[in-house]
């Protein structure tokens, strides 16, 4: 009885002795790291920027004149041309006031001939002659201002574009200065998008020139819009409040497709030359810094501060804190601590990032 026991506590003493040695076989294979260098390489980075999409000329219609809307000759959304009638505000007043004033005018005018002809015969001093003439000219200029009220009775197209909203209906009373509708010239369009200041500083050093910056657009529903824009204006002052600066790009709209109040992306496209690129898991963030963990020559793991410039799909293009001869880790970077010595297999950049979906050139 002895015997067996004294054989059973030893099986287990064996199998706890080979479930130790492989437990520490495990660990030192996990002990190894995979690291690897960054890779250089000429690259194209696509930043997107949050865009509000503007008509070249979108205007409010307002009424001129008080009164009754008589008459509605559009649609909302329909196309007219410049000079389309639109609107029609009850005229009657008015014309009733041109009336008035032409039947002034044609009293002055001949208390003004009658006037003239006395004073030629002396019957009546020169300074009469004026006053008339005066009193006639006074009646003229009221029946032109009459005629402008009547005028903008007619309320039509400034230019060709599009019909917005109707707010009022026929025969809704209408304050002078009050909103009717909005129209929109959508043959061109404007698209505004603010950019940060050291992106602008590095789009400005990369123009060649004073050549235009071409631009994309992608719209809401994810797809690219099929005109390329032009960068036209950039404002003169930054915002001190959000770092940034308000770009305007103008995009042709053949089709009207674009309406004013859409929203989009756009794109802009920045070469990078021999950019310095690592893949982004292979860095780790602390207090909003990036940081990645470069492998000394003594195999010691050292916490390193980099610089972004710009960002790919699984991708960091370095600015600064790191050089193209260093190796960083690639893995495991929660198992290591700082000064850890470590055993690493080095991974060539070029086949860690072929792993990455690499969008460069």
């Known amino acids: 009885m002895v015997m067996k026991s004294f ?7 064996i199998i706890l002795s080979t479930s130790c040695q492989s437990e520490k076989n495990d660990k030192k294979e996990a002990a190894v790291f995979n690291v690897t260098s960054p890779l250089v390489k000429d690259t194209l980075v696509n930043k997107d920027y949050v865009a509000q999409i503007r008509s070249i000329n979108h205007i409010e219609l307002r009424a001129q004149e008080k009164g009754y809307i008589q008459s509605i000759f559009v649609d909302e959304g329909q196309f007219v041309q410049k000079g389309q009638p639109l609107f029609k505000i009850m005229p009657n007043l008015y014309e009733s006031d041109v009336n008035r004033a032409k039947a002034e005018v044609k009293y002055a005018e001949i208390e003004y001939q009658n006037t003239k002809n006395l004073s030629e015969k002396d019957i009546v001093a020169p300074q009469e002659t004026e006053m008339a003439k005066a009193k006639y000219e006074k009646a003229k200029a009221e029946l032109a201002s009459m005629n402008t009220h009547l005028k903008f009775t007619d309320i039509v197209a400034p230019f060709s574009g599009i019909v917005g909203k109707l707010h009022l209906r026929k025969g809704s009373l209408v304050d002078e200065g009050e909103l009717i509708t909005e129209l929109s010239d959508n ?6 998008f603010n950019v940060p200041e050291a992106e602008y500083l590095n789009q400005m050093e990369a123009k060649k020139d004073n050549s235009p910056m071409h631009v994309r657009l992608n719209m809401a529903n994810g ?14 002052d930054f915002n001190n409040e959000t770092g940034n600066i308000a770009y305007r790009a103008t995009f042709p709209n053949p089709k009207g497709l674009l309406r004013y109040g859409e929203t989009g992306n756009i794109i802009i496209t920045s070469p990078y030359t021999n950019a310095l690129m690592i893949p982004q898991k292979a860095t780790f963030e602390e207090l909003e810094k990036k940081y990645v963990y470069v492998i000394t020559k003594d195999n010691k793991v050292k916490a390193r501060e980099i610089k972004v410039a710009a960002e790919l799909p699984h991708i960091y293009v370095v600015s600064s804190g790191l050089n193209k001869d260093e190796k960083i880790l690639l893995n495991g970077l929660r198992m290591v601590q700082e000064n850890q010595t ?6 060539a950049p070029e086949k860690v990032m072929s792993n990455l979906d690499l969008y460069a050139e």
């Open 7 to 13: 054989m059973y506590i030893s099986l287990c003493l």
């Open 187 to 192: 043959s061109k369009m404007w698209v505004y």
């Open 223 to 236: 797809k690219e819009f099929n005109q390329d824009g032009i960068v036209e204006t950039i404002e003169s």
């Open 342 to 347: 470590i055993e690493s297999k080095y991974q």
